[in-house]
Nanobody, 126 residues
Framework: QVQLVESGGGLVQAGGSLRLSCAASGRTFINYNMGWFRQAPGKEREFVAHIPWFGGGVSNYADSVKGRFTISRDNGKNTVYLQMSSLKPEDTAVYYC??????????????????WGQGTQVTVTS
């Protein structure tokens, strides 16, 4: 059974940091594009960050998090990370890990996602 399990969410003050982890199991994800999306209350789910399959290009980010968030992956551990710094109240959302064998543009638009995690809550207080 394929699973993506997020962890690391929580409550943090504005300006603080959190690191999210996404542990993938059930198959190897070395050829998958992986990344993070988020959904705030009353809003649609939006793209946050993407990291291509091993050796397949550079990572990219939503403009709203560029320079503050860093995505990385450890293929040996089948784990993807999202280091979040300088957090703002508007970063409050449920964060979802995603994996897909699709193009970068499709991935950014949430298309061609093969697997989703269950989500982890991030709450940033002012």
């Amino acid at each position: 059974q394929v699973q993506l399990v997020e962890s690391g969410g929580g409550l943090v003050q504005a300006g603080g940091s959190l690191r999210l982890s996404c542990a993938a199991s059930g198959r190897t994800f070395i050829n998958y594009n992986m990344g993070w999306f988020r959904q705030a209350p009353g809003k649609e789910r939006e793209f946050v960050a993407h990291i291509p399959w091993f050796g397949g290009g550079v990572s990219n980010y939503a403009d709203s998090v560029k320079g503050r968030f860093t995505i990385s992956r450890d293929n040996g551990k089948n784990t993807v990370y999202l280091q979040m710094s300088s957090l703002k109240p508007e970063d409050t959302a449920v964060y979802y890990c995603a994996a897909g064998l699709t193009t970068r543009d499709n991935f950014h638009n949430g298309r061609g996602i093969d697997y989703w995690g269950q989500g982890t809550q991030v709450t940033v207080t002012s």
